[in-house]
């Protein structure tokens, strides 16, 4: 069975930073490219960035560039997301999402339960 | 980047009756349409992907069409578990892949 389990999220002051992680199992995570997605209160759901599986290629959306990091630990199984200079409409749920095939440009298949972010003065 | 229009945002259905949902993309993306449910507190589950393919276990009462700029999906007969907001997305033109607003569908 496939599992992604977030962690990480919380309080953050504006212009702080939060390291989320995602922890994977149940299927072969190193060929499969990786993505988060998010939810702000309220709102629906936004794609902030992807990686590819063996090479690491990374994707951004525009409002997250050079603020956002994804990265992932092959050996591990983990994925994460290292979030610079938050600002408060960062705040939101961020979903661990795998495609459905390896490629990163394909339906979102499998989803983590979310990790809430807040970020708040 | 392209932009998905869903419509209407909120659908009043009977529990039993047909609900049908309007998704719009600024420009073509093929058949490279996705659907997604989302119920509050849970993940947003796969539906359609493909436009038309139904994703594992997904009941049989839910369809989705269309191509190019102009997607559907129809559930045939609203059960009480439906009820809940629905999301299509682009994965033609990447990135970013892009979602659109949502419709609600609600208990009339």
């Known amino acids: 069975e496939v599992q992604l389990l977030e962690s990480g999220g919380g309080l953050v002051q504006p212009g702080g930073s939060l390291r989320l992680s995602c922890a994977a199992s149940?299927?072969?995570?190193?060929?499969?490219?990786m993505n988060w997605v998010r939810q702000a209160p309220g709102k629906g759901l936004e794609w902030v960035s992807g990686?590819?599986?063996?090479?690491?290629?990374?994707y951004y959306a525009d409002f997250v560039k050079g603020r956002f990091t994804i990265s992932r630990d092959n050996s591990e199984n983990t994925l994460y997301l290292q979030m610079n200079s938050l600002r408060a409409e960062d705040t939101a749920v961020y979903y661990c999402?795998?495609?459905?095939?390896?490629?990163?440009?394909?339906?979102?298949?499998?989803w983590g339960q979310g990790s809430l972010v807040t970020v708040s003065s | 980047e392209i932009v998905m229009t869903q419509s209407p945002a909120t659908l009043s259905v009977s529990p039993g009756e047909r609900a049908t949902l309007s998704c719009r993309a600024s420009?073509?993306?093929?058949?490279?349409l996705a659907w997604y449910q989302h119920k509050p507190g849970q993940a947003p589950r796969l539906l359609i992907y493909?436009?038309?393919t139904r994703a594992t276990g997904i009941p049989a009462r839910f369809s989705g069409s269309g191509s190019g700029t102009e997607f559907t999906l129809t559930i045939s007969s609203l059960q009480s578990e439906d009820f809940a907001v629905y999301y299509c997305?682009?994965?033609?033109?990447?990135?970013?892949?892009?979602f659109g607003g949502g419709t609600k569908v609600e208990i009339k």
């Open positions: 999402v795998r495609p459905i095939v390896v490629v990163p440009a394909a339906p979102f298949d499998q």
């Open positions: 149940g299927f072969s995570f190193n060929i499969y490219a």
């Open positions: 990686i590819s599986g063996s090479r690491g290629s990374t």
């Open positions: 420009q073509s993306v093929i058949s490279n």
């Open positions: 493909g436009a038309s």
């Open positions: 997305q682009q994965y033609d033109n990447w990135p970013p892949v892009t």
